[in-house]
């Protein structure tokens, strides 16, 4: 019974390379979230998913970023032209509805941009 | 947009002491939680509360949900050396108004054996 798998968990991109994480949620899960940490900080709301639909975008960047959850596979992260700022510890989580019942993170993605 | 101020930022301890850490917002929420970090992993949720005013424990932490809805706080007894971590409150509207949680900036426990 696994739980939020993310990978990879460490990546090295330089900056103007694209970066992409992904997540796949708890099994029978249909619903995402992304979070971003930055260095001795808590974690911030980026985007909220369910299958093939965006529901809240309201933390993500304007530019650059994009996430997506197909109805096959796992949820995306995209970065497009990182820099230096990209850097920080990205989180998944899955739930089973729309609340935070079964609101289990994954052990993070640590994106270094050099 | 929504903050929790949480403090203290750190606190480095004696084992077997009790500690205690709160969470305050300026906003009201439906939902509090309290996590745990360790280095290199993503929060494990620890408590979780729903009701104004509710005291719920797990083990040897505590945490109410503040009766104005905009604070919490967590309580350790006895602490232990496995303690140590970094914990962070979480607020969330919930229902209509959004599943997204808000987090505090987290406090640090260092214990010493």
């Known amino acids: 019974n696994a739980g939020v798998m993310q990978n990879p968990r460490h990546l090295v991109r330089r900056r103007g390379q694209e970066a992409r994480l992904r997540c796949s949620p708890m099994?029978?899960?249909?619903?995402v979230y992304w979070y971003r940490q930055l260095p001795e900080e808590g974690l911030k709301f980026m985007v909220y998913l369910q299958k093939e639909n965006i529901i809240d975008e309201s933390g993500m960047p304007k530019e650059r970023f994009s996430a997506e959850f197909p109805k096959e596979g796992p949820s995306i992260l995209r970065i497009q032209q990182v820099v230096r700022g990209d850097s920080a510890a990205y989180f998944c989580a899955s739930s089973l509805g729309g609340g935070w019942y079964g609101y289990t993170f994954g052990s993070g993605t640590r994106l270094t941009v050099v | 947009g929504q903050q929790l101020n949480q403090s203290p930022q750190s606190m480095f301890i004696q084992e077997g002491e009790d500690v205690s850490m709160n969470c305050t917002s300026s906003s009201i929420f439906n939902t509090w939680l309290w996590y745990k970090q360790d280095p290199g992993e993503g929060p494990v949720l620890l408590i979780a509360l729903y009701k104004a005013g509710e005291l719920t424990s797990n083990g040897r932490l505590t945490a109410q949900f503040g009766i104005t809805r905009k604070d919490s706080f967590l309580n350790i007894s006895a602490s232990i050396p496995s303690d140590v971590g970094i914990y962070f409150c979480a607020g969330q509207l919930g229902n209509n108004a959004g599943n997204m949680l808000t987090f505090g900036g987290g406090t640090r426990l260092m214990v010493k054996p």
């Open positions: 099994k029978g899960h249909s619903h």
